[in-house]
């Protein structure tokens, strides 16, 4: 079975007989009282019940339904109930701040706003009134007084559903926003169904989710990313489907051990957190054959970490490099013995086509030599919602402008370099960051800021703040002039919802300012 319509997703897989069963680690927001395990059909019931809510209040074909709330899956059943009945949904991460919503929502108007009454307060206390910005607010966890509880709205019947049009907006999602505020990603049925789940819902060799597996997810589910994986997963139909919601590594570990994964995707940030399960006996990553990890890189000792942990004889990561705006673009295996952490791996195949062009023309640069990396893909998004301006200015002839500066090496592969907003001449941000990982053991995380006009600032996270200063000097002795290391706890660091670190937000607390070494002209 390929993906299609997703407001029927649920309910074609449950009429073909999929056998997967869903484990959360803890309800679902839109259904508090369920409990934690779920077949096919009953998701199927949840989607039915929420588009009949949405319609009650006020959602219409051709409508936006934003969604902000804790982190769950029912991000994507409520998307997919929002397609159901014609609407457009707009995920919105709950981590994002009350002035961050208000801007992004005021880009939407959406017809209907699903969220929390701790939301609508936390925006409250901001001087925000989100329920101005749309024109009804459905609260799914208590009730509030400029907004409709979603308990009277629950025995509302959707209308008949509705086809999506191919080439029609189809979902909205946001940008991780390291650099500022996100982008509102407007993605299409042919773009991310077409392009993208239809072709992760085919059974690869070494990649490919088998009936047999159980299939492990710590993500941002309030990304463009889960609601692809979403319609993949199902498809292919595999034994478990595991949610994670909370990556607290002793909270993580009984749902994890109930349950022990053979295939696991999960987000950069939410593998560090959950690394020192690797070290437990008996460890919840035993039977896992297949690692993935999107949205961001991840430093080698972690990979090392979780292919250590793995009883398999032969255990695989596999890396994606790709932006909301594209979906993946690259791919690469690790196995315990690879080498060239830096190399983003290879254009996916049939789909995908790669260049490097100077910054400054944008005309092709010969291979090894960096540039900024573009991409031609069928996969590409619509637009920015409120920003047509900003999108344009990252196309050129049918190319997208990735805004990260890399080099194609001779057999074809990326080698990444930084974000070309924060490119320091002379070295590269990403390399550094690995190799202070790698020399020493106290660093959980490394980070290296760019700065006009002044050498990079290394940003280094440690379980409890501290240093050992004669260990850093030995550590970076070789490499070019850094300033001396700022070192924080986890809890010091500010993040998105996906876990990256908000470079541009890190870097005007540390030190006032927020003048990168790059243009930032394609943020």
């Known amino acids: ?76 059943l409520l998307a997919c109930a929002a397609v159901r009945i014609g609407a457009v949904p707009a995920k919105l991460s709950g981590h994002l701040a009350p002035e961050s919503l208000a801007v992004l929502l005021g880009r939407l108007s959406p017809a209907v706003l699903v969220t929390t009454a701790e939301v609508l307060a936390a925006a409250d206390s901001a001087g925000a009134d989100l329920t101005d910005l749309c024109r009804t607010t459905v609260t799914v966890d208590r009730a509030h007084p400029r907004a409709v509880h979603v308990g009277e709205l629950r025995q509302a019947a959707p209308p008949p559903p509705r086809r999506p049009r191919e080439d029609e907006p189809l979902v909205i999602m946001h940008t991780s926003g390291t650099t500022g505020l996100p982008k509102l990603v407007v993605h299409s049925t042919r773009t991310i169904i077409g392009a993208l789940a239809r072709v992760e819902a085919t059974r690869l060799p070494m990649a490919g989710v088998r009936r047999s597996d159980t299939v492990a997810n710590a993500s941002s589910y309030a990304h463009g990313r889960t609601f692809c994986w979403t319609a993949s997963v199902l498809c292919l139909a595999p034994k478990k489907i595991v949610v994670l919601t909370d990556t607290h590594p002793d909270r993580a570990d009984p749902v994890l051990r109930a349950h022990p994964p053979t295939v696991i995707e999960a987000l950069p940030a939410a593998y560090v957190r959950l690394q020192p399960l690797t070290t437990r006996l008996d460890n919840a990553f035993r039977d896992v054959r297949l690692f993935a990890s999107t949205y961001d890189a991840v430093h080698p000792p972690t990979v090392r970490g979780y292919l250590a942990a793995s009883a398999r004889r032969r255990p695989l990561w596999m890396q994606g490099w790709g932006q909301s705006e594209t979906g993946p673009i690259t791919f690469r295996f690790l196995g315990r013995k690879s080498a060239a952490w830096r190399n983003a791996g290879r254009a996916i195949p049939l789909r995908t086509r790669l260049r490097v062009v100077d ?24 637009g920015y919602v409120g920003e047509a301006e900003r999108f344009q200015g990252k196309c050129t002839d049918g190319w997208w402008n990735t805004g990260d500066v890399g080099a194609l090496t001779r057999t074809g592969s990326v080698r990444l370099l930084d974000r070309e907003v924060d490119t320091v001449a002379g070295l590269s941000c990403l390399a550094v960051e690995d190799v202070v990982e790698d020399r020493l053991d106290a660093v959980a995380e490394c980070v290296v800021l760019g700065r006009a006009g002044a050498p990079p600032l290394p940003v280094v996270v440690t379980a409890d703040g501290t240093l050992d200063p004669a260990a850093w000097s030995a550590a970076v002795a070789d490499l070019p002039r850094l300033a001396e290391p700022v070192v924080l706890t986890g ?29 930032g002209r394609w943020t």
């Open 359 to 382: 910054p400054a023309t944008l005309a092709p640069v010969p291979r090894g030599r960096p540039g900024v990396v573009q991409v031609r893909t069928p996969a590409r998004c619509l």
């Open 1 to 76: 079975m390929k993906p299609y319509d997703m407001g029927l997703l649920f309910d074609e897989c449950a009429d073909r007989g999929v056998p997967t069963v869903v484990h959360l680690d803890r309800p679902f927001d839109i259904a508090p009282d369920a409990g934690t395990t779920h077949d096919v059909p009953a998701l199927a019931q949840l989607v039915w019940t929420a588009a009949g809510w949405l319609a009650a209040a006020g959602a219409r074909r051709g409508d936006r339904v934003a969604i902000v709330k804790d982190n769950h899956w029912d991000y994507d």
């Open 491 to 519: 809890d010091d660091v500010p993040r998105t919802g996906t876990g990256k670190v908000r470079r541009t937000a890190l870097l005007a607390a540390l030190t006032g300012n927020t003048a990168t070494a790059g243009s």
